[in-house]
């Protein structure tokens, strides 16, 4: 494609920008609704897309040129996904109109008010990964929002990106929202040429695991970039925690107890670093390492935690950690732990290691809980929770990018 013709698309995804901005909330969720039923009914041609995208993608994984991680997120067949993408629609849908909403307002003089109020951004450029539902997600947040969106997913998921995107498409035709409010580009040099548009891109959003990519997009563009990279996520058991609970959120943040979650360690919610207060290794470590096993993950464990497993511990699930261990997202059923002799040294740790995504304690101790909260720079930062509810989808926004 020439480097015209990018810049006719980017100058198109302005125009329909354009008129979305004085598109109606009607409007909008008329399309909202027209794309869901569009994806239902093309829900045959989409799987077979997927499945064609992981049979080529399996090849790939077997060559060692594909991470097994990178291939489940692939996946729009298993479980629940493809409903719970439908549902995000709706979800979205319900949310209240963000646009021209007025956040302030002050009489500046007789006959002079001043206003704010909220509008929508202009055309984004969102880079992601291997999950193909992404594509949807990111049309409803759009067009809810009243904004035009160029698309770049994983060249792994191609097929199926085409296939729900084709639907998209169709579904618009029929809606007052320009077609050219939502475009796919599907190679590299498409996004490089882009990234040079600032006139008529307002906003780059990588969304992914890598952060290489990211700091690329951040070093090669002019325009404002909303980076969401590397989710290394932590769970820290205090000295005042209940085993029982610790067990049920430290393996839950790991490897999932829920049903559309299970096997898949993959998802940048999943905590990869376990930190353990000092005074409760006597009681805690063994059971917790043995319910991480029983789920068959491979721990990272620390000189003092290792000192403390019987002999009669797999070997082949238990690893000595090296420093390197607590600056790797696994995305796999992989954990690193580390001992901390209070929750100052584990607050500490978090925000030297972590990517500020999601971060749990498991205390009983309300002044202990309150300064992990208040300390933790992430943005979210739970309490007695799994670190797996991180999700737009559970918080009842139907979907979120980054």
Known sequence: MSENSHVQNAINAREASNKLQYLNATDRSLALNKIKVALENNKHEI?????????????????????????????LESGDKFANMLQGISDIDRLPDPIEQITYSSKLDEGLELYRVTCPVGVLLVIFEARPEVVVNITALAIKSGNAAILKGGKESNLTLTALFSAIQSALNDTAIPPNAIQLVKTRDEIENLLDLDKYIDLVVPRGSNSLKLKYILYNSRIPVLGHADGLCTVYVDKDSDLDKAIRVVVDSKASLIKIMINYPAACNASETLLIH?????SHLLPIVTALQNNNVLLHLDQESLSLLPSSY?????????????????????????????????????????????????????????????????????????????????????????
């Open 47 to 75: 799987f077979k897309a997927n499945q064609q995208d992981k049979q080529n993608a399996d090849k790939l994984v077997k060559a060692g040129t594909l991470s097994a991680a990178l291939f489940k997120r692939l996946d």
């Open 314 to 402: 797999d070997a082949s699930r238990i690893q000595s950690c090296v420093p390197e261990d607590f600056d790797t997202e696994f995305l796999d059923l992989e954990m690193a732990v580390k001992v901390v002799s209070d929750v100052e040294e584990a607050i500490q740790h978090i925000n030297s290691h972590g990517s500020k995504h999601t971060d749990a304690i498991v205390t009983e101790n309300e002044t202990v809980a309150k300064r992990f909260m208040q300390g933790v720079d992430a943005a979210g930062v739970y309490w007695n929770a799994s670190t797996r509810f991180a999700d737009g989808f559970r918080y009842g926004f139907g979907a979120e990018v980054g």
């Open 278 to 282: 000092r005074s409760v290794l006597s």
